[in-house]
């Protein structure tokens, strides 16, 4: 019944940034925060971020904290992570993902999930 949708992924250098957007649709009244995920080859997926419905609560992995900002606009149904001073590390498939969880940084909890954009930063 939700539907989320990832965008602006792409190649970028060492110390780059890009913003990438997770567009939802269907009923998405029953759900409540967002997060993001990432995925290498061979590797789980890991957690990078995390939002509460009304944005007033943040939660970033140690490897992205001071780096990555999580945002929503919930008149627009959309999501956000920016992504500053990005280094090779951070190449990924990123996800976003939705919980009826006030928060969570499990991906187990998360009961939709976009079909991922990939990021390539380069050295």
């Known amino acids: 019944q939700v539907q989320l949708v990832e965008s602006g992924g792409g190649l970028v250098q060492a110390g780059g940034s890009l913003r990438l957007s997770c567009a939802a649709s269907?009923?998405?009244?029953?759900?409540?925060?967002m997060g993001w995920f990432r995925q290498t080859p061979g590797k789980e997926r890991e957690f990078a971020a995390a939002?509460?419905?009304?944005?007033?609560?943040?939660f970033y992995a140690d490897s992205v904290k001071g780096r990555f900002t999580i945002s929503r606009d919930n008149a627009k149904k959309e999501g956000y992570l920016q992504m500053n001073n990005l280094k090779p590390e951070d190449t990924a498939v990123y996800y976003c993902?939705?919980?009826?969880?006030?928060?969570?940084?499990?991906?187990?909890?998360?009961?939709?999930w976009g079909q991922g954009t990939q990021v390539t930063v380069s050295s």
């Open positions: 993902a939705a919980t009826r969880k006030s928060s969570s940084q499990s991906a187990d909890q998360y009961d939709y």
């Open positions: 939002i509460s419905w009304g944005g007033g609560s943040v």
């Open positions: 269907g009923r998405t009244f029953s759900y409540s925060a």
